[in-house]
C-alpha cells in the first residue's frame, strides 16, 4: 500500500509539473504575442509621426519657396529706390563737387 500511495504521489507531482509547464508556455506564448503587438503599434505610431514630420516639413519648404518670389520682388523694390535715392544725391552733390575738384586743381601752392 506504501508503493501505491507513493505512486500516486509521484503521478500527482508529475500531473502537477505537466499543468505547471502548461501554464508557463501559454504564458510565455501569450508574452511573445503581445510583444509582437505591441512593437507592431510602436512601429505604426513611428510611420505615423514620421509622417505628420514630413507633411510638416513639406509645408514649411513650400512656404518658404513660395515667399521667396515675393522676397524677390521685394528686394528688387528697395535695391531700385536705393539706386534711385544715390542718383538724386550724386546729382545734387555734383556741382558742388566739380567746383571743389576744379578749386584744388588750378590752385598752385609754392
Given at each position: 500500500?506504501?508503493a501505491?500511495?507513493?505512486?500516486?504521489?509521484?503521478q500527482l507531482?508529475?500531473?502537477?509539473?505537466?499543468?505547471?509547464?502548461?501554464?508557463?508556455?501559454t504564458?510565455?506564448?501569450?508574452?511573445q504575442?503581445?510583444?509582437?503587438?505591441?512593437?507592431?503599434?510602436?512601429?505604426?505610431?513611428?510611420?505615423?509621426?514620421?509622417?505628420?514630420?514630413?507633411?510638416?516639413?513639406?509645408?514649411?519648404?513650400?512656404e518658404?519657396?513660395?515667399?521667396?518670389?515675393?522676397?524677390?520682388?521685394?528686394?528688387?523694390?528697395?535695391?531700385?529706390?536705393k539706386i534711385?535715392?544715390?542718383?538724386?544725391?550724386?546729382?545734387?552733390?555734383?556741382?558742388?563737387?566739380?567746383?571743389?575738384?576744379?578749386?584744388?586743381?588750378?590752385?598752385?601752392?609754392?
Amino acid at each position: 500500500m506504501a508503493a501505491s500511495t507513493s505512486q500516486n504521489g509521484i503521478q500527482l507531482l508529475l500531473a502537477a509539473e505537466q499543468e505547471a509547464q502548461h501554464i508557463v508556455n501559454t504564458a510565455r506564448t501569450a508574452k511573445q504575442t503581445r510583444l509582437k503587438q505591441a512593437k507592431e503599434e510602436a512601429e505604426k505610431e513611428i510611420a505615423d509621426f514620421r509622417a505628420q514630420m514630413e507633411a510638416d516639413f513639406q509645408r514649411k519648404v513650400a512656404e518658404s519657396s513660395g515667399d521667396s518670389g515675393a522676397n524677390v520682388k521685394r528686394l528688387e523694390q528697395e535695391t531700385d529706390a536705393k539706386i534711385e535715392n544715390l542718383k538724386t544725391e550724386a546729382s545734387r552733390i555734383s556741382p558742388d563737387v566739380v567746383s571743389m575738384l576744379l578749386r584744388h586743381v588750378t590752385t598752385v601752392k609754392n
